[in-house]
């Protein structure tokens, strides 16, 4: 059996009147991400661990973001797309670890909705998906609430 290890970075501008959606959880928040999709940084970091593992390029060259196709499109669609692609290659996910950083809202009460909505998209148990949250403690982008940003690494096998 082959194992493969995936790693993946995305970031956001936070604005106001944007929405704000992580793990494809809709955030009461005053600030969302400005993006031509979603703006799902966790889902997208996601989707970069699971096509690095994979050496299926990644989400820009997959999704791009200068296409009318994938304008406002709900990340988790493209997190299906990804999986479908991963088993077309014969691969399956053992675990993917993700953290998402920013500085407000407080999220840690949110992450099991995280959990259970990536579960079923990505058809693996809860107990396979990691999700934490930190601020920066104020410093940077993330801790002036200019932008957000998530990290996911994953592994997968082949077989």
């Given at each position: 059996m082959k194992i493969r290890v995936g790693f993946g970075?995305?970031?956001?501008?936070?604005?106001?009147?944007?929405?704000?959606?992580?793990?494809?959880?809709?955030?009461?928040?005053?600030?969302?991400?400005?993006?031509?999709?979603?703006?799902?940084?966790?889902?997208?970091?996601?989707?970069?661990?699971?096509?690095?593992?994979?050496?299926?390029?990644?989400?820009g060259v997959l999704f791009p973001d200068n296409s009318d196709e994938y304008k406002n499109i709900d990340s988790k669609i493209l997190l299906k797309k990804t999986i479908e692609l991963l088993k077309e290659n014969s691969y399956s996910i053992s675990n993917i670890d993700s953290t998402i950083c920013l500085q407000k809202p407080k999220i840690k009460d949110i992450i099991p909705d995280m959990q259970k909505i990536l579960s079923s998209v990505m058809n693996i148990s809860i107990n396979d998906i990691s999700i934490k949250a930190t601020t920066t403690e104020k410093l940077g982008f993330v801790g002036t609430e200019e932008g957000i940003s998530a990290y996911a690494v994953c592994l997968i096998e082949k077989g």
């Amino acid at each position: 059996m082959k194992i493969r290890v995936g790693f993946g970075y995305d970031v956001h501008q936070l604005k106001e009147v944007e929405s704000l959606v992580l793990g494809g959880v809709n955030i009461n928040h005053y600030k969302g991400t400005v993006a031509h999709s979603d703006g799902d940084v966790l889902i997208h970091a996601i989707c970069d661990a699971l096509l690095g593992a994979a050496n299926l390029r990644d989400i820009g060259v997959l999704f791009p973001d200068n296409s009318d196709e994938y304008k406002n499109i709900d990340s988790k669609i493209l997190l299906k797309k990804t999986i479908e692609l991963l088993k077309e290659n014969s691969y399956s996910i053992s675990n993917i670890d993700s953290t998402i950083c920013l500085q407000k809202p407080k999220i840690k009460d949110i992450i099991p909705d995280m959990q259970k909505i990536l579960s079923s998209v990505m058809n693996i148990s809860i107990n396979d998906i990691s999700i934490k949250a930190t601020t920066t403690e104020k410093l940077g982008f993330v801790g002036t609430e200019e932008g957000i940003s998530a990290y996911a690494v994953c592994l997968i096998e082949k077989g």
